[in-house]
């Protein structure tokens, strides 16, 4: 679901980028997909 959420973000971001539609919101998403999908991974290597 998490790998899910962060291919729409940055399809979202594309998006954004090309048609210059809302970009400041869709950086600001993708920022936050980034920290979670790090949060998540290092989390997942500590319960090993």
Known sequence: ML???IGLVV???LFGFIFDV???L???L???AVILFL???FRG????
């Open 3 to 5: 790998w899910g959420l």
């Open 45 to 48: 290597r500590s319960r090993g």
């Open 39 to 41: 949060v998540n991974l």
């Open 22 to 24: 809302v970009g400041n």
């Open 26 to 28: 869709i950086h600001l």
């Open 30 to 32: 993708l920022f936050v």
């Open 11 to 13: 399809i979202a971001w």
